[in-house]
Protein backbone atom coordinates (compact mmCIF):
# COMPACT_ATOMS: atom_id res chain seq x y z
CA UNK A 1 0.00 0.00 0.00
CA UNK A 2 2.98 2.32 0.76
CA UNK A 3 4.36 1.62 -2.71
CA UNK A 4 1.35 2.77 -4.17
CA UNK A 5 0.95 5.56 -2.54
CA UNK A 6 4.99 6.87 -3.22
CA UNK A 7 4.11 5.91 -6.97
CA UNK A 8 0.98 8.19 -6.88
CA UNK A 9 2.97 11.14 -5.09
CA UNK A 10 5.56 10.36 -7.90
CA UNK A 11 3.36 10.33 -10.60
CA UNK A 12 1.47 13.48 -9.90
CA UNK A 13 4.69 15.34 -9.77
CA UNK A 14 5.83 14.34 -13.09
CA UNK A 15 2.71 15.86 -14.35
CA UNK A 16 3.00 19.10 -12.66
CA UNK A 17 5.67 18.84 -14.02
CA UNK A 18 5.54 17.85 -17.64
CA UNK A 19 1.81 19.29 -18.47
CA UNK A 20 1.54 22.68 -19.69
CA UNK A 21 0.19 24.75 -16.80
CA UNK A 22 0.69 28.57 -17.45
CA UNK A 23 0.58 30.94 -14.69
CA UNK A 24 -1.06 34.36 -14.27
CA UNK A 25 -0.22 35.98 -17.09
CA UNK A 26 1.35 39.79 -16.49
CA UNK A 27 1.16 39.00 -13.00
CA UNK A 28 -1.12 40.85 -10.56
CA UNK A 29 0.72 44.39 -11.73
CA UNK A 30 0.11 43.99 -15.59
CA UNK A 31 -3.20 42.65 -15.23
CA UNK A 32 -4.64 45.13 -13.10
CA UNK A 33 -2.40 47.75 -15.39
CA UNK A 34 -4.57 46.19 -18.62
CA UNK A 35 -7.73 46.17 -16.63
CA UNK A 36 -7.34 49.79 -16.11
CA UNK A 37 -5.76 51.03 -19.03
CA UNK A 38 -9.00 49.83 -21.03
CA UNK A 39 -11.24 51.40 -18.91
CA UNK A 40 -9.58 54.49 -18.86
CA UNK A 41 -9.54 54.61 -22.49
CA UNK A 42 -13.40 53.96 -22.63
CA UNK A 43 -15.11 56.63 -25.59
CA UNK A 44 -17.87 58.83 -23.90
CA UNK A 45 -20.36 56.87 -25.63
CA UNK A 46 -19.31 53.50 -24.41
CA UNK A 47 -20.53 51.64 -20.86
CA UNK A 48 -18.79 54.42 -19.07
CA UNK A 49 -20.47 53.35 -15.72
CA UNK A 50 -17.58 50.81 -15.56
CA UNK A 51 -15.13 53.66 -14.84
CA UNK A 52 -17.15 53.52 -11.00
CA UNK A 53 -15.86 50.18 -10.64
CA UNK A 54 -12.21 50.24 -11.62
CA UNK A 55 -11.62 49.37 -8.20
CA UNK A 56 -13.71 46.02 -8.19
CA UNK A 57 -12.53 45.08 -11.39
CA UNK A 58 -8.83 45.18 -10.96
CA UNK A 59 -9.64 43.58 -7.65
CA UNK A 60 -10.45 40.60 -9.66
CA UNK A 61 -8.22 40.42 -12.54
CA UNK A 62 -6.62 36.96 -11.23
CA UNK A 63 -9.43 35.64 -10.38
CA UNK A 64 -10.12 33.28 -12.96
CA UNK A 65 -6.46 31.95 -11.26
CA UNK A 66 -7.86 30.79 -8.22
CA UNK A 67 -10.12 28.16 -10.55
CA UNK A 68 -7.35 26.38 -10.98
CA UNK A 69 -6.55 24.75 -7.74
CA UNK A 70 -6.36 20.50 -7.40
CA UNK A 71 -8.57 21.52 -4.17
CA UNK A 72 -11.46 21.66 -6.55
CA UNK A 73 -10.58 19.01 -9.43
CA UNK A 74 -13.62 19.79 -11.49
CA UNK A 75 -13.06 23.03 -11.63
CA UNK A 76 -9.37 22.89 -12.66
CA UNK A 77 -10.20 20.50 -15.34
CA UNK A 78 -12.40 22.96 -17.31
CA UNK A 79 -10.34 25.92 -16.13
CA UNK A 80 -6.60 25.19 -16.49
CA UNK A 81 -6.71 24.71 -21.09
CA UNK A 82 -8.98 28.23 -20.97
CA UNK A 83 -5.38 30.08 -20.27
CA UNK A 84 -3.11 29.12 -23.13
CA UNK A 85 -3.46 28.50 -27.18
CA UNK A 86 -0.72 26.29 -27.72
CA UNK A 87 -0.67 26.89 -31.33
CA UNK A 88 2.08 24.20 -32.20
CA UNK A 89 -0.34 21.22 -30.77
CA UNK A 90 -2.80 21.86 -33.96
CA UNK A 91 -0.34 23.27 -37.09
CA UNK A 92 -2.50 20.55 -38.66
CA UNK A 93 -5.48 22.93 -38.23
CA UNK A 94 -5.28 26.24 -40.27
CA UNK A 95 -6.55 29.35 -38.19
CA UNK A 96 -9.77 29.33 -41.27
CA UNK A 97 -10.20 25.72 -40.09
CA UNK A 98 -10.55 26.29 -36.09
CA UNK A 99 -13.78 25.16 -35.13
CA UNK A 100 -16.23 28.02 -33.55
CA UNK A 101 -17.17 25.51 -30.57
CA UNK A 102 -15.30 24.25 -28.38
CA UNK A 103 -16.52 20.93 -28.35
CA UNK A 104 -15.60 20.57 -31.78
CA UNK A 105 -12.43 21.70 -31.38
CA UNK A 106 -11.78 18.85 -28.49
CA UNK A 107 -13.54 16.28 -30.87
CA UNK A 108 -10.89 17.51 -33.32
CA UNK A 109 -8.17 17.70 -31.25
CA UNK A 110 -9.53 13.85 -29.97
CA UNK A 111 -9.78 12.80 -33.57
CA UNK A 112 -6.21 13.70 -34.32
CA UNK A 113 -5.12 12.02 -31.39
CA UNK A 114 -6.30 8.81 -32.89
CA UNK A 115 -4.58 9.23 -36.12
CA UNK A 116 -1.42 9.73 -35.00
CA UNK A 117 -0.99 7.52 -31.38
CA UNK A 118 0.43 4.36 -33.43
CA UNK A 119 3.29 5.98 -35.48
CA UNK A 120 3.76 8.97 -32.99
CA UNK A 121 2.84 7.56 -29.53
CA UNK A 122 4.87 10.32 -27.55
CA UNK A 123 3.40 13.18 -29.54
CA UNK A 124 -0.35 11.64 -29.20
CA UNK A 125 0.81 11.99 -25.14
CA UNK A 126 0.34 15.65 -25.92
CA UNK A 127 -2.75 15.91 -28.29
CA UNK A 128 -5.07 16.89 -25.53
CA UNK A 129 -6.70 20.14 -24.21
CA UNK A 130 -4.03 20.24 -21.81
CA UNK A 131 -1.63 20.69 -24.34
CA UNK A 132 -3.84 23.46 -26.83
CA UNK A 133 -5.64 25.44 -24.58
CA UNK A 134 -8.77 26.77 -25.00
CA UNK A 135 -8.40 30.56 -24.36
CA UNK A 136 -10.08 31.59 -27.39
CA UNK A 137 -13.71 30.04 -26.40
CA UNK A 138 -13.38 31.30 -22.77
CA UNK A 139 -12.44 34.80 -24.11
CA UNK A 140 -15.35 34.45 -26.36
CA UNK A 141 -17.84 32.75 -23.64
CA UNK A 142 -16.93 35.73 -21.66
CA UNK A 143 -17.91 38.87 -24.26
CA UNK A 144 -21.02 37.00 -24.88
CA UNK A 145 -21.53 36.51 -20.87
CA UNK A 146 -20.51 40.37 -21.14
CA UNK A 147 -23.60 41.54 -23.76
CA UNK A 148 -25.93 39.26 -21.94
CA UNK A 149 -25.53 41.07 -18.74
CA UNK A 150 -25.76 44.56 -20.51
CA UNK A 151 -28.97 43.92 -22.10
CA UNK A 152 -30.06 42.91 -18.33
CA UNK A 153 -29.08 46.93 -17.20
CA UNK A 154 -30.78 48.26 -20.39
CA UNK A 155 -33.90 46.74 -19.62
CA UNK A 156 -33.31 47.79 -15.52
CA UNK A 157 -32.45 51.27 -16.42
CA UNK A 158 -35.46 51.38 -18.92
CA UNK A 159 -37.43 50.31 -15.99
CA UNK A 160 -36.16 52.60 -13.79
CA UNK A 161 -34.99 49.81 -11.50
CA UNK A 162 -32.04 50.03 -9.52
CA UNK A 163 -28.99 48.92 -11.21
CA UNK A 164 -26.08 48.22 -8.98
CA UNK A 165 -25.80 45.03 -8.81
CA UNK A 166 -26.35 44.14 -12.55
CA UNK A 167 -23.62 47.26 -13.05
CA UNK A 168 -21.42 45.23 -10.40
CA UNK A 169 -22.16 41.68 -12.65
CA UNK A 170 -21.06 43.67 -15.58
CA UNK A 171 -17.82 44.76 -14.09
CA UNK A 172 -17.43 41.57 -12.99
CA UNK A 173 -17.36 40.12 -16.38
CA UNK A 174 -14.92 42.58 -17.61
CA UNK A 175 -12.43 40.98 -15.02
CA UNK A 176 -13.20 37.76 -16.15
CA UNK A 177 -12.70 38.56 -19.76
CA UNK A 178 -9.83 41.06 -19.07
CA UNK A 179 -7.99 37.93 -17.44
CA UNK A 180 -8.11 35.90 -20.75
CA UNK A 181 -7.73 38.72 -23.13
CA UNK A 182 -4.08 39.60 -20.87
CA UNK A 183 -2.90 36.17 -20.94
CA UNK A 184 -3.24 35.87 -24.54
CA UNK A 185 -1.09 38.99 -24.86
CA UNK A 186 1.50 37.21 -22.98
CA UNK A 187 3.51 35.52 -25.86
CA UNK A 188 3.93 32.70 -23.76
CA UNK A 189 0.83 31.70 -23.46
CA UNK A 190 0.35 30.96 -27.00
CA UNK A 191 3.18 28.56 -27.14
CA UNK A 192 4.21 24.86 -25.94
CA UNK A 193 7.31 27.02 -24.80
CA UNK A 194 5.34 28.30 -22.18
CA UNK A 195 8.32 27.73 -19.60
CA UNK A 196 11.37 26.27 -21.07
CA UNK A 197 12.21 25.45 -24.24
CA UNK A 198 10.69 22.15 -25.64
CA UNK A 199 11.85 20.31 -28.72
CA UNK A 200 14.90 20.79 -30.84
CA UNK A 201 16.68 23.80 -29.51
CA UNK A 202 19.07 24.92 -32.02
CA UNK A 203 19.69 28.44 -30.57
CA UNK A 204 20.04 27.19 -27.08
CA UNK A 205 17.28 28.89 -25.25
CA UNK A 206 16.60 28.16 -21.63
CA UNK A 207 15.26 25.02 -20.40
CA UNK A 208 14.52 26.69 -16.93
CA UNK A 209 11.05 26.52 -16.14
CA UNK A 210 11.58 30.13 -14.55
CA UNK A 211 11.14 32.01 -17.45
CA UNK A 212 7.76 32.71 -17.37
CA UNK A 213 7.57 34.75 -14.45
CA UNK A 214 10.77 36.34 -14.73
CA UNK A 215 9.40 37.95 -17.73
CA UNK A 216 5.90 38.19 -16.97
CA UNK A 217 5.84 38.86 -13.02
CA UNK A 218 9.50 39.85 -11.55
CA UNK A 219 10.39 41.87 -15.12
CA UNK A 220 7.32 44.12 -14.71
CA UNK A 221 7.61 44.38 -11.31
CA UNK A 222 11.19 45.78 -11.64
CA UNK A 223 10.32 48.27 -14.30
CA UNK A 224 6.94 49.26 -11.97
CA UNK A 225 4.73 49.15 -14.98
CA UNK A 226 1.73 51.76 -14.84
CA UNK A 227 -1.59 52.25 -16.89
CA UNK A 228 -0.22 55.66 -17.97
CA UNK A 229 2.94 54.04 -19.44
CA UNK A 230 0.83 52.63 -22.21
CA UNK A 231 -2.21 54.79 -22.69
CA UNK A 232 -0.58 56.93 -25.55
CA UNK A 233 -0.08 53.12 -27.48
CA UNK A 234 -3.95 52.78 -27.08
CA UNK A 235 -5.49 53.44 -30.39
CA UNK A 236 -9.09 54.63 -31.13
CA UNK A 237 -11.95 51.97 -30.90
CA UNK A 238 -12.20 49.54 -33.57
CA UNK A 239 -15.60 47.23 -34.50
CA UNK A 240 -14.10 43.69 -34.84
CA UNK A 241 -16.73 42.36 -37.44
CA UNK A 242 -16.41 38.98 -36.51
CA UNK A 243 -14.60 38.42 -32.21
CA UNK A 244 -13.86 34.69 -32.94
CA UNK A 245 -11.57 35.65 -35.74
CA UNK A 246 -10.48 39.03 -34.38
CA UNK A 247 -9.04 37.02 -31.62
CA UNK A 248 -7.45 33.82 -33.58
CA UNK A 249 -5.73 36.93 -35.39
CA UNK A 250 -5.00 38.39 -31.57
CA UNK A 251 -3.44 35.09 -30.66
CA UNK A 252 -1.03 35.00 -33.30
CA UNK A 253 0.30 38.13 -33.38
CA UNK A 254 0.83 37.46 -29.37
CA UNK A 255 2.58 34.44 -30.68
CA UNK A 256 4.83 35.94 -33.20
CA UNK A 257 6.91 36.84 -30.05
CA UNK A 258 7.80 34.03 -28.37
CA UNK A 259 11.70 33.84 -29.76
CA UNK A 260 11.69 37.40 -28.59
CA UNK A 261 11.24 36.48 -24.95
CA UNK A 262 13.75 33.60 -25.00
CA UNK A 263 16.14 35.90 -26.88
CA UNK A 264 16.02 38.55 -23.80
CA UNK A 265 16.15 36.00 -21.77
CA UNK A 266 19.38 34.80 -23.22
CA UNK A 267 21.25 37.52 -22.81
CA UNK A 268 19.68 38.38 -19.25
CA UNK A 269 17.62 41.54 -20.72
CA UNK A 270 14.89 41.16 -17.54
CA UNK A 271 17.28 41.17 -14.88
CA UNK A 272 17.86 45.09 -15.65
CA UNK A 273 14.45 47.32 -15.38
CA UNK A 274 15.62 49.83 -17.45
CA UNK A 275 16.25 47.34 -20.91
CA UNK A 276 15.05 49.45 -23.30
CA UNK A 277 13.83 46.29 -25.54
CA UNK A 278 12.63 44.22 -22.71
CA UNK A 279 10.06 47.22 -21.72
CA UNK A 280 9.20 48.05 -25.31
CA UNK A 281 7.94 43.80 -25.53
CA UNK A 282 5.97 44.81 -22.49
CA UNK A 283 4.62 48.08 -23.43
CA UNK A 284 3.64 46.23 -26.83
CA UNK A 285 1.96 44.06 -25.91
CA UNK A 286 0.03 44.93 -22.25
CA UNK A 287 -1.04 47.68 -24.87
CA UNK A 288 -2.15 45.32 -27.53
CA UNK A 289 -4.16 43.38 -24.94
CA UNK A 290 -5.52 46.83 -23.40
CA UNK A 291 -7.02 47.91 -26.56
CA UNK A 292 -8.55 44.57 -27.39
CA UNK A 293 -10.57 44.72 -24.30
CA UNK A 294 -11.50 48.35 -24.54
CA UNK A 295 -12.63 47.15 -28.01
CA UNK A 296 -14.64 44.36 -26.66
CA UNK A 297 -16.25 46.18 -23.89
CA UNK A 298 -17.29 48.45 -26.33
CA UNK A 299 -18.68 45.88 -28.63
CA UNK A 300 -20.60 44.58 -26.13
CA UNK A 301 -22.28 47.59 -25.13
CA UNK A 302 -23.27 48.24 -28.59
CA UNK A 303 -24.34 44.77 -28.77
CA UNK A 304 -26.72 44.94 -25.88
CA UNK A 305 -28.58 47.83 -27.31
CA UNK A 306 -29.60 46.27 -30.26
CA UNK A 307 -32.44 43.69 -30.83
CA UNK A 308 -30.46 40.24 -30.93
CA UNK A 309 -30.35 39.20 -34.84
CA UNK A 310 -32.43 35.83 -35.84
CA UNK A 311 -30.22 33.21 -35.63
CA UNK A 312 -30.46 29.15 -35.97
CA UNK A 313 -30.59 27.84 -32.45
CA UNK A 314 -27.64 26.07 -32.47
CA UNK A 315 -28.58 23.06 -30.50
CA UNK A 316 -31.42 22.32 -32.10
CA UNK A 317 -31.42 19.19 -34.64
CA UNK A 318 -32.94 21.18 -37.49
CA UNK A 319 -29.87 23.14 -38.11
CA UNK A 320 -28.34 22.54 -41.08
CA UNK A 321 -24.95 22.30 -39.21
CA UNK A 322 -25.91 20.03 -36.18
CA UNK A 323 -23.31 17.88 -35.41
CA UNK A 324 -24.95 15.03 -33.04
CA UNK A 325 -21.42 14.54 -31.61
CA UNK A 326 -21.57 17.31 -29.99
CA UNK A 327 -25.42 17.84 -29.58
CA UNK A 328 -24.85 21.45 -31.01
CA UNK A 329 -23.75 23.56 -34.01
CA UNK A 330 -20.71 25.48 -34.67
CA UNK A 331 -21.66 29.42 -33.42
CA UNK A 332 -21.95 31.52 -36.98
CA UNK A 333 -20.03 34.30 -38.03
CA UNK A 334 -20.86 37.69 -35.80
CA UNK A 335 -22.84 40.32 -37.43
CA UNK A 336 -20.45 43.05 -36.14
CA UNK A 337 -21.88 45.97 -34.55
CA UNK A 338 -22.42 49.71 -35.89
CA UNK A 339 -20.19 51.94 -35.54
Not at 135 to 151: D, F, K, N, Q
Not at 229 to 249: C, M, S, Y
Not at 257 to 270: I, S, T
Request: charged content about 25%; some cysteine; proline content about 8%.
Amino acid sequence: MAGKMRMRIALAICFAILLPSPGSAWGRRGHRVIDRAALNALPPDGPVFLQNYADWIESNAGIPDTWRSPSEPFLKIDEDPNHGWFREQFAFMPDKDVPRSRYEFVLAIYNQYLKVRAKDPEGAERMNVQWTGTLPYAAVESYERLITGMRLLRAARAHKEDTKFLEMDCAFYVARLGHYIGDGAQPLHDTIQHDGWVGPNPQGYTLDHGIHGRFESVFVDKMQLKPEDIAPRIGKFQNRADVFDALLVYLDAAGSHVEEVYQLDKRHAFDDAADPQARELVYAQTAAAAQMLRDLICMAWQESGTAPSPQLNPVDVRNPDYNPSTGSAPAPLSRGTAQ
